[in-house]
C-alpha cells in the first residue's frame, strides 16, 4: 500500500482559496501504475470522489467542482495537490488522498471507485464559513 499524508486543510471564507497537499511514500510512488486523487465527507453524508488524475495525467472531476478545483501531481516530489478556488459552504468536508494501481486514461473510471482506493491518507479538514 502507498502511505499518504494530507496537508493544508483550513479554515476559509466564502469564495476563499485553499491548495491541498499529499506526500506519498517514496519507495512505491510510481506514476506509471498508479490514479490518484481526492475525495470528501461531510458530517452525515456520504463519501464522494472530487477528483482523480491517471498515470497519463488525464483527469476528472466531480460534477461539482468542475470549473473550481484542480488536481495537479509532481512526481519529482511524490506530492500530488488539489487547489481549490471559489469556495463555498457546501465544500465543507474532511478531505482524503487515495492512490491505487489502475491503467491509463482511466481517470473518469478511476473518479468513479476513488472512494475504495486501496491507499488513502488520515483526511484533513476543510471548513468554509459563508
Known amino acids: 500500500q502507498v502511505q499518504l499524508v494530507e496537508s493544508g486543510g483550513g479554515s476559509v471564507q466564502s469564495g476563499g482559496s485553499l491548495r491541498l497537499s499529499c506526500t506519498a511514500s517514496d519507495f512505491i510512488y510510481d506514476t506509471s501504475v498508479y490514479c490518484m486523487g481526492w475525495f470528501r465527507q461531510a458530517p452525515g453524508k456520504e463519501r464522494e470522489g472530487v477528483a482523480a488524475?491517471?498515470?497519463?495525467?488525464?483527469?476528472a472531476y466531480a460534477d461539482s467542482v468542475k470549473g473550481r478545483f484542480t488536481i495537479s501531481q509532481d512526481n519529482a516530489k511524490n506530492m500530488l495537490f488539489l487547489a481549490m478556488n471559489s469556495l463555498s459552504p457546501e465544500d465543507t468536508a474532511m478531505y482524503y488522498c487515495?492512490?491505487?494501481?489502475?491503467?491509463?486514461?482511466?481517470?473518469?473510471?478511476?473518479?468513479?471507485?476513488?472512494?475504495?482506493?486501496?491507499?488513502r491518507g488520515q483526511g484533513t479538514q476543510v471548513t468554509v464559513s459563508s
Open positions: 487515495a492512490a491505487d494501481v489502475c491503467l491509463t486514461g482511466d481517470a473518469v473510471q478511476a473518479l468513479g471507485v476513488i472512494t475504495s482506493f486501496g491507499s
Open positions: 488524475i491517471d498515470p497519463d495525467g488525464s483527469t
